[in-house]
């Protein structure tokens, strides 16, 4: 499975930004997806999880209320749509798949077998 994270970019505070992670290769339905962020200097954090089906969601603390996480199966992609971005937003968004990853549990960035390159957000105050 090769995952491709696009739609960073540069925006303001407030604005909104919609990442995709397109899968080649190989389906990834029956895989869970996650998304981390990470800046230099600090630990990958987890930002969303989702479920194969797509009716089961996870998303840290930092971003609950903001970032939504939603997937198209027909499609093989995975979005993260965020809204209300904030300074602190500003990483390097990488999205993930595992096909033994349960959402619920998807915040643990070791489970995952596949990764993405990474997409720059950055959010200027």
């Known amino acids: 499975v090769q995952l491709q994270a696009s739609g960073g970019g540069l925006v303001q505070a407030g604005d909104s930004l919609r990442l995709s992670c397109a899968a080649s290769?190989?389906?990834?339905?029956?895989?869970?997806v996650g998304w981390f962020r990470q800046t230099p200097g600090r630990e990958r954090e987890f930002v969303a999880a989702?479920?194969?089906?797509?009716?089961?969601?996870a998303y840290a603390d930092s971003v609950k209320g903001r970032f939504t996480i939603s997937r198209d199966n027909t499609k093989n992609t995975v979005t993260l749509q965020m809204n209300s971005l904030k300074p602190e937003d500003t990483a390097n968004y990488y999205c993930?798949?595992?096909?033994?990853?349960?959402?619920?549990?998807?915040?643990?960035?070791?489970?995952?077998?596949?990764w993405g390159q990474g997409t720059l957000v950055t959010v200027s105050s």
């Open positions: 993930a798949a595992d096909p033994s990853v349960i959402w619920s549990e998807g915040k643990n960035q070791y489970a995952y077998r596949y």
């Open positions: 290769g190989r389906s990834v339905r029956n895989h869970g």
């Open positions: 989702i479920s194969r089906t797509g009716g089961g969601t």
